[in-house]
């Protein structure tokens, strides 16, 4: 049985074991996956005490992504782009780093939301890890233009400064993006509204401009739960029509790593219907 596994601080509450399962079995792979939750100093030891024992690779969250780059020898273009990792593969010739959130909220939208990105302008909340994570897949979907807005309009202006200087995204891609705060917004209509805060985990919602939220077709919000989160129940209150949150994007971004890892798509519409179901 091929072992892999979750790390992160906290680890309790992740999902990845319980969807990893129901892919393994789907696709008759041996395998099993666990969840890792080394103090933050203890971060690099388990991830090589791990790849000694035999493992064969690692998912990786907060806060632990930025690190897990570090530790590879090689990457993928999308995990060189953003500079961090939620997937490692434990290879012969060393660590092989991997960014799947990207690809995961792109299928999420596209296939199981049925939303078409091609020359949409999109807003983004949020210019931490989790917007960095997804902004260069987004730019790939071919959107009109994406303005990433934060409380502090200096980090949104320092992420698009970090995606062309580090990532190396051309300046004709990063030309179709702005960064301000939320005070200044470009005026929209935005067709889609992505929440990359974590501001859902307590309650706080975004002090955005109460139109975007009516003039969206989509309101998103990465994170999840039993319940429409505050972002999105203010989204429906101003009349947005239609609003979706992160679960598919966390279905579909394990189902990227699964691939990676065992060259063998998984069906993630039964995986996220059980999910949910499982929430409800």
């Given amino acids: 049985m091929d072992r892999y596994a979750v790390v992160g601080h906290p680890i309790g509450h992740s999902r990845s074991p319980e969807i990893h399962a129901m892919f393994a079995r789907a696709t008759g792979q041996a395998m099993t996956y666990e969840r890792l939750g080394p103090d933050p100093e203890g971060f690099e030891e388990a991830v090589l005490r791990f790849r000694e024992e035999g493992g064969k690779g690692l998912n990786v969250t907060l806060p632990f992504k930025e690190r897990a780059f570090a530790l590879a020898r090689s990457c993928s273009s999308r995990a060189g782009a953003v500079g961090a990792a939620n997937t490692l593969d434990f290879r012969a010739e060393g660590i092989f780093a991997d960014n799947t959130d990207g690809a995961g909220l792109i299928r999420d939208l596209t296939r199981n939301l ?30 009109s233009r994406i303005v990433v807005a934060n409380r502090t309009p200096a980090r949104a202006l320092a992420l698009l400064q970090y995606l062309g200087r580090e990532g ?34 307590e ?23 039993k319940e429409p989160t505050p972002f999105l129940k203010k989204a429906q209150a101003l ?33 996220l219907q059980q999910l949910r179901s499982r929430l409800e």
């Fill in 168 to 201: 190396g995204l051309p300046q004709e891609i990063l030309h179709r993006c702005v960064g301000c705060g939320f005070d200044a917004l470009p005026p929209g209509p935005y067709a889609l509204v992505i929440n990359a805060t974590s501001g859902s985990l």
């Fill in 114 to 143: 049925d939303f078409s990105l091609a020359g949409q302008d999109v807003l983004l909340v949020g210019a931490g890890g989790a917007a960095r994570g997804v902004l260069p897949a987004l730019l790939d979907g071919s959107v």
């Fill in 239 to 271: 009349g947005a029509r239609r609003t979706a949150d992160g679960l598919g994007m966390l279905v579909e971004q394990a189902a990227e790593s699964f691939y990676l890892w065992r060259q063998v798509y998984p069906d993630t519409g039964s995986v």
């Fill in 203 to 225: 309650g706080e919602i975004p002090a955005l401009p109460e139109g975007v939220y009516g003039e969206a077709m989509l309101v998103y919000d990465m994170v999840y739960g």
